[in-house]
């Protein structure tokens, strides 16, 4: 059974920093593109950060520069590494492989100003 179980979201002032985790199961995870997806109430998901297996990366506009994300393939897990949080980084932050079709639960992240 596939699963992505994302972790590290909290509570955050503007300015500070958080590490996010997506623990992976259930698929060749070395072989996958891996994503950071992020929703804030009432909006579309939207496309964080993205890295393929030999480690190309690319982010959204609103995000470069802040966030760095990497992956440990023996650990099968993908992170997210957010400096310098900004209150529009509050939402709910998810992990995706294109071969999975289902989200996991997510993890909050909320940025106080």
């Known amino acids: 059974q596939v699963q992505l179980v994302e972790s590290g979201g909290g509570l955050v002032q503007s300015g500070g920093s958080l590490r996010l985790s997506c623990a992976a199961s259930?698929?060749?995870?070395?072989?996958?593109?891996m994503s950071w997806y992020r929703q804030a109430p009432g909006k579309e998901r939207e496309l964080v950060a993205i890295?393929?297996?030999?480690?190309?990366?690319n982010y959204a506009d609103s995000v470069k520069g802040r966030f760095t994300i990497s992956r440990d393939n023996a650990k099968n897990t993908v992170y997210l590494q957010m400096n310098s949080l900004k209150p529009e980084d509050t939402a709910v932050y998810y992990c995706?492989?294109?071969?999975?079709?289902?989200w996991g639960q997510g993890t909050q992240v909320t940025v106080s100003s």
């Open positions: 995706k492989a294109p071969v999975i079709s289902k």
């Open positions: 259930g698929f060749t995870f070395s072989r996958n593109d």
């Open positions: 890295i393929t297996p030999v480690g190309g990366r």
